[in-house]
Nanobody, 128 residues
Framework: QVQLVESGGGLVQAGGSLRLSCAAS????????MGWFRQGPGKEREFVAA????????YYADSVKGRFAISRDKAKNTVYLQMNSLKPEDTAVYFC?????????????????????WGQGTQVTVSS
């Protein structure tokens, strides 16, 4: 059983930075990709960023490109999301997700259904 635990959320002023972490435990040996999604108040969950676990190729939503950076530490089975120049519209619960089946490479890294496991989420609030 895979468990994903997010941390690093909190309250920050607009223009500030936060770094989210997601530690994976369990069947991590066959990880193909990890991603970050978010769900703002009254909104549907949306793709933020993803990283191919083996080669490290990264993918971003247009809304965060140039401000957010995803990275991974394979030894620690951890993925990070560095968020800079935060805006109030970045306020959301942020979820990490793991793909163990390789579906992200065939379907899309942006598609929720391509991921097999999800964390519980961490709240990020950006004040204006």
């Amino acid at each position: 059983q895979v468990q994903l635990v997010e941390s690093g959320g909190g309250l920050v002023q607009a223009g500030g930075s936060l770094r989210l972490s997601c530690a994976a435990s369990g069947l991590t040996g066959s990880c193909d990709a990890m991603g970050w999604f978010r769900q703002g108040p009254g909104k549907e969950r949306e793709f933020v960023a993803a990283i191919a676990w083996s080669g490290g190729t990264t993918y971003y939503a247009d809304s965060v490109k140039g401000r957010f950076a995803i990275s991974r530490d394979k030894a620690k089975n951890t993925v990070y999301l560095q968020m800079n120049s935060l805006k109030p519209e970045d306020t959301a619960v942020y979820f990490c997700a793991e793909d163990l089946s390789g579906a992200t490479a065939f379907i899309s890294y942006k598609y929720e259904g391509a991921y097999d496991y999800w964390g519980q989420g961490t709240q990020v609030t950006v004040s204006s």
